[in-house]
């Protein structure tokens, strides 16, 4: 059986792709922010897994007003990067797991989610910062990445509920894949950001990071927090967090079961307050001191 080996959650600012691409990573604006990530980068080749489940939204690239699904779940065999408005950045496209995707969705759409199944788009920064972070400068991406996209751009958007109870989900369809692979969750976006309106510019350390603090030891009761929380205090931009309670839904609800391996954040990266945590989860079978005694 697959099983969920990690959890990583990171906010996604172009800004820190375009710094990576333009071979800025040094400059005293960028280097805190890339120190960030250093312990991520040897994690993450230490554990690298055979697929990773990626959750982030599209920034009007694959999808627009022309079409806003809430939930799309990529089960494609590969994917574009999508080109922002300054041609596609310089990393290797994204090869997908059609086999497991499909898996996935049987489970999922069987256990009364919705979703829109796309076998082509182009990806964003949204995917992309992610994986520049956690890898660096790459040739070909190390693993699989399965694409999902929450539609976190244009309301109605889906409450922090629905998306902590799709990655329970997630978790059941994950582990009942019939081969051994070994998967990763990604949650992406956030933290507090505002681009536009009168309030541009916000930042909520405070808030930013109670949610943290609240991810890991109470993921059931941050989902409750309604979107008109998200919105005032993090910034219209900062309602993206709600993808992050995918990821750590998928995550073992077993007392202990999860460790935190990492816990990183830092203000400003171009008017975005950067939070980025690693979870390990050690699945049942696995769970430290079980059976023992
Ligand atoms: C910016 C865009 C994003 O999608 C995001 O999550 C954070 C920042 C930006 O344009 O600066
Ligand atoms: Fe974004």
């Given at each position: 059986h697959a099983t969920i080996t990690g959890a990583v959650f990171t906010s996604h600012v172009p800004a820190i792709g375009a710094a990576l691409d333009h071979g800025k990573t040094e400059e005293p604006y960028w280097q805190p922010v890339f120190e960030g990530y250093a312990y991520s980068k040897t994690w993450e080749r230490e554990n690298v897994p055979d697929?990773?489940?990626?959750?982030?939204?599209?920034?009007?690239?694959?999808?627009?007003?022309?079409?806003?699904?809430?939930?799309?779940?990529?089960?494609?065999?590969?994917?574009?990067?999508?080109?922002?408005?300054?041609g596609p950045r310089p990393v290797p496209g994204?090869?997908?797991?059609?086999?497991?995707?499909?898996?996935?969705?049987?489970?999922?759409?069987?256990?009364?989610?919705?979703?829109?199944?796309?076998?082509?788009?182009?990806?964003?920064?949204?995917?992309?910062?992610?994986?520049?972070?956690?890898?660096?400068?790459?040739?070909k991406w190390p693993c699989k990445v399965i694409p999902f996209h929450v539609n976190v751009v244009q309301y109605p958007v889906p409450s922090g509920a629905r998306c902590?109870?799709?990655?329970?989900?997630?978790?059941?369809?994950?582990?009942?894949?019939?081969?051994?692979?070994?998967?990763?969750?990604?949650?992406?976006?956030?933290?507090?950001?505002?681009?536009?309106?009168?309030?541009?510019?916000?930042?909520?350390?405070?808030?930013?990071?109670?949610?943290?603090?609240?991810?890991?030891?109470?993921?059931?009761?941050?989902?409750?927090?309604?979107?008109?929380?998200?919105?005032?205090?993090?910034?219209?931009?900062?309602?993206?967090l709600v993808m992050w309670l995918i990821a750590r839904g998928a995550l073992s609800d077993v007392d202990g079961a999860v460790e935190v391996k990492h816990r990183f954040y830092h203000v400003p990266a171009s008017n975005t307050a950067v939070g980025h945590l690693i979870l390990e989860n050690h699945p049942r079978a696995e769970a430290p001191a079980e059976g023992e005694n």
């Open positions: 697929v990773i489940f990626l959750v982030y939204n599209d920034h009007a690239s694959a999808f627009d007003q022309s079409m806003i699904p809430t939930f799309v779940l990529g089960t494609g065999a590969s994917y574009p990067i999508a080109d922002e408005g300054y994204i090869e997908g797991d059609p086999d497991l995707a499909a898996h996935i969705a049987h489970s999922l759409i069987r256990d009364d989610f919705d979703l829109t199944l796309v076998n082509e788009m182009a990806v964003d920064h949204g995917l992309t910062v992610p994986l520049s972070l956690m890898f660096g400068d790459v040739e902590f109870k799709l990655g329970q989900a997630l978790r059941k369809a994950i582990e009942s894949y019939d081969r051994p692979l070994k998967v990763h969750v990604w949650g992406t976006g956030g933290m507090s950001h505002q681009l536009q309106g009168p309030r541009a510019g916000l930042i909520n350390r405070e808030w930013d990071n109670a949610f943290l603090d609240r991810l890991i030891a109470d993921p059931a009761g941050l989902a409750e927090v309604p979107h008109l929380e998200y919105v005032e205090e993090a910034g219209s931009e900062g309602i993206e």
